[in-house]
């Protein structure tokens, strides 16, 4: 099943409508979608090196735009669409505790769980339930989310012919890597 996802995203990757899709992705995952832009983008820019930036770019607008939509959830529509969003993701009773400390270290929040494949709809959410600033809440995310895409385009730019070698030999154990990756992500903001 992991062979075909990426055979399908690399097939993708040639459509006239591949960089609005993954636009759009990053945008959704920002607030609703569970499945992080990174997944997709790598098999992208695998496949086109000489699109590397302008995918991170587009990736980066779009899930900082869909940031502002997971703010604005959590800011104006916490209890009709947040509530069941954390709930769907079993992150209730994490959440109350989680949004106490929140603001006294928002900004750090933001900036780890942007450059994480931690789910950063709950970042969002979070910054506009508690009310952090939304300058400030949106300058963090600029940051944090164009460092992560574009560290990740400019690697796979430079050795992505290796990278791909390499990622295509080895998809199982990737694809745990990755997993791995997401449970500290998890485990750094909980620190918080």
Same mark, same amino acid.
């Given at each position: 099943m992991l062979r075909k996802l990426y055979?399908?995203?690399?097939? $993708?990757?040639?459509?006239?409508?591949?960089?609005?899709?993954l636009g759009f992705i990053a945008f959704i995952e920002s607030s609703i979608f569970p499945i992080p832009p990174h997944i997709l983008m790598i098999p992208i820019i695998i496949a086109a090196p000489n699109r590397a930036f302008l995918i991170a770019a587009i990736v980066t607008l779009g899930s900082?735009?869909?940031?502002?939509?997971?703010y604005y959830i959590g800011n104006q529509l916490f209890y009709t669409l947040g509530q069941p969003i954390l709930e769907f993701y079993h992150k209730t009773e994490s $959440?109350?505790? $989680?949004?106490?400390?929140?603001?006294a270290q928002g900004h750090w929040a933001?900036?780890?769980?942007?450059l994480t494949p931690f789910p950063y709809k709950v970042i969002t959410i979070t910054a506009g339930l508690t009310g952090m600033s939304f300058t400030? $809440?949106?300058?963090?995310?600029?940051?944090?989310r164009a460092t992560i895409f574009f560290v990740i385009a400019g690697l796979l730019w430079k050795f992505g012919s290796q990278i791909r070698d390499f990622i295509e030999k080895r998809l199982g154990i990737m694809f745990t890597l990755f997993c791995i990756i997401l449970i500290l992500g998890f485990g750094v903001v909980k620190l918080l």
């Open positions: 055979d399908w995203t690399l097939s $993708f990757s040639d459509s006239k409508y591949s960089l609005w899709l900082v735009l869909g940031g502002a939509l997971g $959440f109350e505790a $989680f949004k106490d400390q929140f603001n933001v900036l780890i769980a942007g400030a $809440f949106m300058i963090w995310s600029i940051i944090a």
